[in-house]
């Protein structure tokens, strides 16, 4: 889930910190037998400051596309794809910045918290990174795509439903027009 910088309270990072230190641990678990990295050894200012850089990093190529829905001020507003791939470029930060601690992220990882974002084209093929892509205009945002800010609150409440009963909004009976529509249709 996105977070707001600790030192600024009108940017919002893209990513969790709780998320970044899980991915590292995970990797670190197989290398080190279990060994957890706590605050000591992967310090909290070293994932945000990946963070900050990720969501930079990101927005460079989203102003091109959706510069009048950017900066987000809300937390909640920012779209899940934004925050997993802020996790995920950050986490590529994280581990190029402590190389001596974590070791050298393998080529497959890189990949996966990097490349797959940005490259213009992949080293394993030639498929373009998700952002780039975005930028080229040839992906897009769901909760982003429409004209307004206005219509792009709307779109991200879409799946936000209000309790209601049922049986007030939704005709259980089908309607004999339809029925009649369809016999038609079928001779």
């Known amino acids: 889930m996105a977070l707001l910088n600790p030192d600024d309270s009108t940017e919002v990072f893209y990513g969790s910190s709780g998320d970044i230190r899980n991915e ?13 990295m706590d605050e000591s ?5 070293l994932i945000i400051a990946s963070l900050r850089k990720a969501t930079r990093l990101i927005n460079t190529f ?19 794809f934004l925050d997993e791939a802020g996790s995920d470029i950050a986490t590529y930060y994280v581990f190029r910045s402590s190389v ?3 070791g050298k992220l393998p080529d497959e990882k890189r990949q996966e918290y990097y490349l ?11 498929v373009k ?18 004209v307004s800010p206005d219509q792009a609150k709307s779109i991200r409440t879409l799946g936000r439903a209000p309790i209601f009963d049922v049986d007030q909004v939704v005709n259980h009976e089908v309607d004999r027009r339809t029925i009649d529509d369809i016999e038609r249709e079928r001779r």
């Open 24 to 36: 590292i641990n995970s990797h670190v678990a197989v290398t080190t037998g279990g060994h957890y």
């Open 41 to 45: 050894e992967l310090p909290g200012s």
């Open 62 to 80: 989203l102003e091109v596309v959706y510069a009048d829905q950017l900066p987000f001020t809300v937390v909640a507003d920012v779209p899940k």
């Open 100 to 102: 001596a601690k974590l």
């Open 116 to 126: 797959d974002y940005v490259s213009a084209q992949s080293e394993f093929g030639a």
């Open 129 to 146: 990174g998700y952002l780039v892509r975005i930028q080229d205009r040839e992906l897009a945002i769901p909760e982003l795509t429409a």
